[in-house]
């Protein structure tokens, strides 16, 4: 079975610059996070899609963070303008359904580095 | 006062002892995620469990509901085994700060 999927790997960008990351989830997972998780932290929700819809972005930063998931299968974050403390790993994880019974799979991330 | 709270943030053993992490979450969490990243890695699920107590090689999860507290366990640790451990709680998954983890030869 594949894994979730996440592009590119590593991306190094100027600050201000903008810079968006894909992620393809297992086949048939309708909930799909994104996490952002600075050096030496644990992985902060940023947002999280059941099917095409949000079901909670609350610690999204709308003024520069967004994210889509149109079709409710691979989705995009993007960043616009990117600052110095957006440098971390973003991580996109999913699930067949929420719920406690089930259980998560996790991308390798995309390390962000803004210069 | 974070949902899911781990301990230690930092261990370091040496090759072949028993080495435990703890994670104590809140209401409104009913199963538990242990992950593992390695450096430069991303996460791999280890277990995940709502009761009880499941076993995967050297590695040992458990659970008490009642005391909302799980454990992870290492045993004949191995230098390999040094990575983040990270539990994370499940209906919405939130993840404790995770334990940095180096085992020594």
């Known amino acids: 079975e594949a894994g979730v999927a996440q592009s590119p790997r590593y991306k190094i960008i100027e600050k201000r610059q903008s810079v968006a990351f894909w992620c393809n989830p297992i086949?048939?997972?309708?909930?799909l996070y994104w996490y952002q998780q600075i050096l030496g932290q644990g992985p902060k929700l940023l947002i999280q899609f059941q099917n095409n819809g949000v079901v909670d972005d609350s610690q999204l930063p709308k003024d520069r963070f967004s994210a889509e998931r149109l079709k409710g299968v691979d989705s995009t974050l993007k960043i616009q303008p990117a600052k110095l403390e957006d440098s971390a790993v973003y991580l996109c994880?999913?699930?067949?359904?929420?719920?406690?019974?089930?259980?998560?799979?996790f991308g390798q991330g995309t390390r962000l580095t803004v210069v | 006062k974070n949902e899911v709270e781990q301990s230690p943030q930092n261990l370091t053993a040496q090759e072949g002892e028993f080495i435990t992490i703890n994670c104590s979450y809140s209401v409104g969490i009913s199963a538990l995620h242990w992950l593992q990243q390695h450096p430069g890695g991303g996460i791999v699920s280890l277990f995940m469990?709502?009761?009880g107590k499941k076993k995967h090689g050297r590695l040992i999860a458990t659970i008490n509901i009642q005391e909302k507290h799980s454990s992870l366990h290492i045993t004949a640790s191995h230098p390999r085994d040094s990575a983040v451990y990270i539990c994370a709680g499940r209906n919405k998954l939130v993840f404790g700060a995770g334990t940095i983890l180096r085992v020594k030869s």
């Open positions: 994880a999913s699930s067949l359904v929420t719920g406690k019974d089930t259980e998560a799979f």
């Open positions: 469990l709502s009761s």
């Open positions: 086949s048939g997972h309708a909930t």
